[in-house]
């Protein structure tokens, strides 16, 4: 994965109002201008404002193009890509097993016999959702042998 210093630049107000050409927006996010005419083609950019040579691109095109560079330099693909710039977040679909594939899971023990196995990734969970999950297991396990918390 390359580095890339300027995805995590903070911008002041008046970088924002920058107007770039597409030379400038595809040196600044090391984008080809094909890619970025098909980016826009498939809806994960937006159109320039204006067109033909009075065409030019604002700061917001600059950050739908690096966030898409970041996500797809880590792997993520396209379609995933378009949801995330959507604002839609829903649970990743499991990942289908290949050999060789690597698969995390926790198991908890809350008692002799009882173990609660969990694939945070494949349930959809975050990890503050998945600590809840677990104190209300061991909360209802606690009371179903009428022990004190």
Request: with cysteine; net charge positive.
């Given at each position: 994965?390359?580095?890339?210093?300027?995805?995590?630049?903070?911008?002041?107000?008046?970088?924002n109002?920058?107007k770039?050409?597409?030379?400038?927006?595809?040196?600044l996010?090391?984008?080809?201008?094909?890619?970025?005419?098909?980016?826009m083609?498939?809806?994960?950019?937006?159109?320039p404002?204006?067109?033909?040579?009075?065409?030019?691109y604002?700061?917001?095109?600059?950050?739908?193009?690096?966030?898409?560079?970041k996500?797809?330099?880590?792997?993520?693909?396209?379609?995933?890509?378009?949801?995330?710039l959507?604002?839609?977040?829903?649970?990743?679909?499991?990942?289908?097993?290949?050999?060789?594939?690597?698969?995390?899971?926790?198991?908890?023990?809350?008692?002799?016999?009882?173990v609660?196995?969990?694939?945070?990734?494949?349930?959809?969970?975050?990890?503050?959702?998945?600590?809840?999950?677990?104190?209300?297991?061991?909360?209802?396990?606690?009371d179903?042998?009428?022990?004190?918390?």
């Amino acid at each position: 994965m390359q580095d890339h210093p300027h995805l995590n630049q903070k911008t002041s107000p008046e970088a924002n109002d920058r107007k770039f050409s597409l030379d400038e927006l595809c040196t600044l996010s090391d984008t080809t201008k094909r890619t970025v005419r098909y980016y826009m083609q498939i809806g994960l950019v937006d159109a320039p404002i204006g067109s033909t040579k009075a065409a030019h691109y604002l700061h917001q095109h600059l950050d739908q193009l690096l966030t898409i560079r970041k996500l797809s330099d880590a792997g993520v693909s396209l379609e995933r890509i378009r949801e995330v710039l959507s604002g839609d977040q829903p649970p990743l679909p499991p990942r289908r097993r290949q050999a060789g594939s690597v698969e995390v899971r926790s198991h908890l023990h809350i008692a002799e016999g009882v173990v609660l196995e969990i694939s945070p990734e494949q349930a959809g969970l975050s990890p503050g959702q998945v600590r809840t999950l677990v104190r209300t297991v061991m909360k209802a396990y606690q009371d179903l042998q009428g022990k004190p918390k």
